[in-house]
């Protein structure tokens, strides 16, 4: 015997149409608690995918201005002042040195502002990123960034309430998808896209923790599970 929502009553129907709202701003919400979670884990503004990896896989990047340097640029800048520069972003006083004024033509600003500007400021003629006029420019990129990853136990109970709620709700739902006047062929797909998301999204979590490429898949099943 087939099931149909259209055949219950009115009070079934409108109860079911509010659960499934109460679902919908369930989903708003926690999108919302995400955001806020995880925005500033790499200690800039907004969430990226390097918010991500660092909580499901842990950071360790160079300063991109060291590597910058050691990679050779910009071209043309003297071993003097490339020196200077190393130094000053491996030291200890990184922000207090930037526009020390006892290194006189050796501070960083000084030599930033001569090597860098012509084409990381705002006013130059062909501005690249990143911009470097002040120092709340330069010290987005001086840093090396090291941030350890959530706790396996903390991962542990995540994952724990997260497949045991998800999965059954994802059940519910698909169970209420197949009852309605859509195509089967349709709300087949859908729920049967659902699933393997979701199962994909847990365990890529566990996966992410000893490569940091699963994350792209953590975000990219997420995405595909909530649509």
């Not at 950071?59 to 640029?73: F, K, N, R, W």
């Not at 000053?88 to 930033?112: R, T």
């Not at 396996?152 to 309605?180: C, D, E, F, N, R």
Request: glycine share 8%; charged share 20%; aromatic share 8%.
């Amino acid at each position: 015997m087939t099931i149909k929502l259209r055949e219950f009553g009115m009070g079934v129907r409108l109860g079911l149409t509010g659960c499934c709202i109460a679902v919908l701003i369930g989903l708003a919400t926690s999108a919302m608690h995400l955001y806020w979670h995880y925005e500033r884990r790499d200690e800039r503004p907004g969430l990226t995918i390097d918010d991500l990896k660092s909580a499901y896989h842990g950071i360790d990047a160079p300063s991109p201005l060291v590597q910058a340097l050691e990679g050779g640029h910009p071209e043309g800048l003297s071993k003097a002042d490339q020196e200077a520069l190393l130094k000053w972003l491996k030291g200890e006083k990184v922000g207090e040195n930037y526009d020390n004024l006892d290194l006189g033509d050796a501070a960083p600003a000084e030599v930033v502002g001569r090597a860098c500007l012509s084409c990381h400021a705002r006013n130059s003629s062909t501005p690249a990123a990143p911009m470097l006029d002040y120092w709340d420019d330069v010290k987005k990129v001086a840093f090396a960034v090291k941030i350890e990853p959530v706790p396996v136990k903390i991962v542990a109970m995540s994952a724990h309430a997260h497949a045991l709620s998800m999965a059954p709700l994802t059940v519910v739902v698909g169970l209420l998808a197949l009852a309605t006047a859509f195509p089967r062929r349709i709300t087949s797909g859908l729920l049967g896209f659902a699933g393997v998301a979701l199962a994909v999204d847990l365990a890529a979590w566990w996966l992410a923790r000893m490569d940091d490429r699963w994350v792209y898949v953590i975000a990219a099943a997420g995405g595909v599970y909530n649509m």
